[in-house]
């Protein structure tokens, strides 16, 4: 199995997962919480999307866009006072499309305990020119043993995702054939 399939743009050089990698932190304050009084769980997925949505930039040298979020999990509540490490990567990609992971670190500001993985996701981003409109992106070039199960593991989500897609447009499109208005 190769790490990246042969492009039609083939003129874009690919880039290496470490050339885009990068970590956000941000400690957690009062603003922060929900009514429990733990950090809120949107508040975390926004730092997920700034992190991935720059890791998305850098790779693809511009303009990328949100154009999915999956397996957004959260292991551990996130309390004020904690710093938090959000670290991305690309894991695949595509003609304009990439696949970023995204890992959710805390640690106590005040404390020199390690910090402890508190949420994942997977976000899906699509670049675009000045239009709007996609635009190619360079291969990821896989480094590391880990980097390379990733990028497989990505291309099973994919699978996936377009598999879920084509089964909910033909469960539409035969509702709309026997006449069944949503």
């Not at 880039?15 to 304050?29: D, E, G, N, Q, Y």
């Not at 790779?59 to 309390?79: I, K, N, Q, Y």
């Not at 910090?115 to 994942?120: H, I, L, P, T």
């Amino acid at each position: 199995m190769t790490d990246q399939a042969p492009r039609p743009e083939g003129n874009i050089p690919g880039k290496p997962t470490a050339a885009s990698r990068t970590t956000l932190s941000h400690i957690m304050t009062g603003n922060d919480t929900n009514l429990l009084g733990t950090v809120h769980g949107g508040v975390i997925m926004k730092l997920v999307d700034d992190a991935a949505g720059a890791v998305a930039g850098r790779h693809s040298g511009g303009p990328a866009v949100t154009a999915s979020m999956d397996e957004m999990v959260f292991l551990e509540p996130v309390r004020v006072g904690d710093l938090v490490h959000v670290r991305a990567q690309v894991n695949w990609t595509g003609r304009s499309s990439m696949e970023v992971g995204v890992r959710v670190m805390a640690e106590r500001w005040n404390e020199s305990t390690p910090a402890q993985q508190v949420g994942s996701a997977y976000l899906v981003f699509a670049a675009v020119d000045a239009d709007g409109k996609p635009r190619p992106v360079p291969h990821v070039i896989p480094e590391t043993g880990r980097d390379k199960r990733r990028y497989q593991e990505a291309q099973i989500r994919r699978t996936h995702r377009l598999a879920r897609r084509r089964a909910i447009k033909e469960l539409r499109e035969k509702r709309i054939a026997d006449g069944i208005e949503d």
